[in-house]
């Protein structure tokens, strides 16, 4: 088969099956030449078509670290077959668009995926000595960290994205030398005058500063640069502050919950009962749960790796107990997935750096506030509504507990230990002022 044509060469009496292998070989290579001269063009849609998998497969190959499955790739090379022969032929059917660009028949965030992978600049090579490479050396460092599990992958992308501005303001191509007192100073006056403006608010260029500080220490470590007198001065204090906590009302908790489904009841639930965040639920295991006595005994996963952080014994209400048991994932690993089986909250890094999350827990309340009409919320501020209200009781002790934060002071750190009984009647309060609990 050659170009859509079989091609048949008859064995001839007498002859031996290698002979006939060798003549027929021999046919095939000449009437392949007079085949190839015949050729007829690709139409320009068909041409397009090939192009397109092509640039795919090219960056496939380009990143053999990339996962993919090799049906994809059988996939793709097939289609250039097909499509080269098909091309060829007088009168060919007329592609549309996505027989054309198969990657307009791909969702639009795989899409924008394709868009960034094909279209992305060749990245200059960095030259040792200079910021770039220092600074692909310290988020190199922060990444193994966050794979580790001793950073957060969002605080690295804080750390990426704003290291990525000072990177510009600074330009990259210059040596690490220049990392001195007087550019902290002027990199302080540039972030000063961008939150005077409002561009950015006091807390985004403390947090910018900081980024800058963490990357110069870094490089003194390595003892690439010399440490900058002023790196821990008074002078390079940006003033900033977090506001004030927006606590979500128990009205309007109860109002979000009734406009909710059962999965989405049981996650204002844990939010409530337990002081969980969509990473939390994410994270919960089979045996944090004791699914006979109705208790949630587990680190917040995100200070899981802090030795002084409590293990919290939640005591579950009657309806968080009914709604986990119902909507547990048959998973051994995590006690709830999504409708598609995965984990409610997932977060993944693209070619170009950017962190890209998707989050189960938070589209589920935010749809079920829409509903309920509540508005300038976040489901994060039912965390801060518990912990609020317990604050304002007689149960303020207990806040710490709640929250899975270590206790502020020594003795609360290492000698003090919260009485179960005196912590499950807080978790019973704060469910009675919801309306759950016993």
């Given at each position: 088969?050659?170009?859509?044509?079989?091609?048949?060469?008859?064995?001839?009496?007498?002859?031996?099956?290698?002979?006939?292998?060798?003549?027929?070989?021999?046919?095939?290579?000449?009437?392949?030449?007079?085949?190839?001269?015949?050729?007829?063009?690709?139409?320009?849609?068909?041409?397009?078509?090939?192009?397109?998998?092509?640039?795919?497969?090219?960056?496939?190959?380009?990143?053999?670290?990339?996962?993919?499955?090799?049906?994809?790739?059988?996939?793709?090379?097939?289609?250039?077959?097909?499509?080269?022969?098909?091309?060829?032929?007088?009168?060919?059917?007329?592609?549309?668009?996505?027989?054309?660009?198969?990657?307009?028949?791909?969702?639009?965030?795989?899409?924008?995926?394709?868009?960034?992978?094909?279209?992305?600049?060749?990245?200059?090579?960095?030259?040792?000595?200079?910021?770039?490479?220092?600074?692909?050396?310290?988020?190199?460092?922060?990444?193994?960290?966050?794979?580790?599990?001793?950073?957060?992958?969002?605080?690295?992308?804080?750390?990426?994205?704003?290291?990525?501005?000072?990177?510009?303001?600074?330009?990259?191509?210059?040596?690490?030398?220049?990392?001195?007192?007087?550019?902290?100073?002027?990199?302080?006056?540039?972030?000063?005058?961008?939150?005077?403006?409002?561009?950015?608010?006091?807390?985004?260029?403390?947090?910018?500063?900081?980024?800058?500080?963490?990357?110069?220490?870094?490089?003194?470590?390595?003892?690439?640069?010399?440490?900058?007198?002023?790196?821990?001065?008074?002078?390079?204090?940006?003033?900033?502050?977090?506001?004030?906590?927006?606590a979500m009302k128990p009205g309007e908790w109860m109002k979000c919950f009734e406009a909710s489904t059962d999965r989405t009841k049981l996650y204002w639930l844990l939010m409530a009962n337990c002081g969980m965040t969509a990473t939390d639920m994410a994270e919960l295991k089979p045996d944090e749960v004791d699914w006979k006595e109705g208790r949630i005994v587990r680190k917040r996963s995100k200070t899981r790796q802090v030795e002084n952080v409590p293990t919290v014994d939640y005591k579950l209400w009657p309806e968080t107990l009914r709604l986990l048991k119902q909507e547990r994932s048959p998973s051994t690993e995590r006690v709830l997935l999504n409708a598609n089986e995965q984990p409610l909250r997932v977060l993944w890094q693209r070619e170009n750096g950017q962190l890209v999350s998707g989050d189960s827990v938070w589209r589920a309340c935010t749809y079920a506030m829409t509903k309920a009409t509540v508005k300038n919320r976040h489901p994060k501020d039912v965390r801060k509504m518990g912990a609020t209200l317990l604050s304002n009781s007689e149960h303020e002790k207990h806040v710490g507990m709640y929250l899975g934060h270590a206790g502020r002071s020594v003795a609360a750190r290492h000698y003090v230990e919260t009485s179960k009984p005196d912590f499950d009647k807080a978790i019973d309060w704060l469910g009675r002022q919801l309306n759950q609990g016993r």
């Amino acid at each position: 088969m050659y170009r859509g044509t079989l091609h048949y060469f008859p064995v001839e009496p007498g002859e031996s099956k290698l002979d006939s292998y060798r003549r027929c070989v021999t046919l095939w290579e000449s009437l392949k030449v007079d085949l190839d001269k015949q050729v007829e063009p690709l139409r320009p849609d068909y041409a397009k078509a090939i192009a397109n998998r092509q640039a795919m497969l090219d960056w496939w190959n380009a990143n053999p670290a990339e996962p993919v499955a090799a049906w994809e790739l059988k996939v793709l090379r097939s289609e250039i077959a097909r499509l080269d022969t098909e091309g060829r032929k007088p009168d060919p059917p007329r592609l549309d668009l996505h027989a054309e660009n198969p990657i307009a028949l791909l969702s639009q965030e795989a899409q924008r995926l394709w868009h960034e992978r094909l279209t992305k600049p060749k990245p200059q090579q960095v030259v040792a000595g200079t910021i770039g490479d220092l600074t692909n050396r310290f988020l190199d460092h922060k990444r193994a960290s966050a794979a580790s599990g001793q950073l957060s992958m969002y605080r690295y992308g804080s750390l990426r994205s704003h290291l990525g501005i000072f990177e510009t303001w600074v330009s990259r191509d210059k040596t690490v030398k220049s990392l001195d007192a007087l550019c902290l100073l002027d990199w302080r006056s540039h972030l000063i005058s961008l939150s005077t403006k409002k561009s950015i608010s006091t807390t985004t260029a403390w947090d910018r500063m900081q980024a800058v500080r963490q990357l110069i220490k870094f490089g003194w470590e390595l003892g690439l640069i010399d440490l900058p007198r002023n790196i821990a001065s008074k002078e390079l204090r940006i003033a900033h502050h977090s506001g004030s906590v927006q606590a979500m009302k128990p009205g309007e908790w109860m109002k979000c919950f009734e406009a909710s489904t059962d999965r989405t009841k049981l996650y204002w639930l844990l939010m409530a009962n337990c002081g969980m965040t969509a990473t939390d639920m994410a994270e919960l295991k089979p045996d944090e749960v004791d699914w006979k006595e109705g208790r949630i005994v587990r680190k917040r996963s995100k200070t899981r790796q802090v030795e002084n952080v409590p293990t919290v014994d939640y005591k579950l209400w009657p309806e968080t107990l009914r709604l986990l048991k119902q909507e547990r994932s048959p998973s051994t690993e995590r006690v709830l997935l999504n409708a598609n089986e995965q984990p409610l909250r997932v977060l993944w890094q693209r070619e170009n750096g950017q962190l890209v999350s998707g989050d189960s827990v938070w589209r589920a309340c935010t749809y079920a506030m829409t509903k309920a009409t509540v508005k300038n919320r976040h489901p994060k501020d039912v965390r801060k509504m518990g912990a609020t209200l317990l604050s304002n009781s007689e149960h303020e002790k207990h806040v710490g507990m709640y929250l899975g934060h270590a206790g502020r002071s020594v003795a609360a750190r290492h000698y003090v230990e919260t009485s179960k009984p005196d912590f499950d009647k807080a978790i019973d309060w704060l469910g009675r002022q919801l309306n759950q609990g016993r």
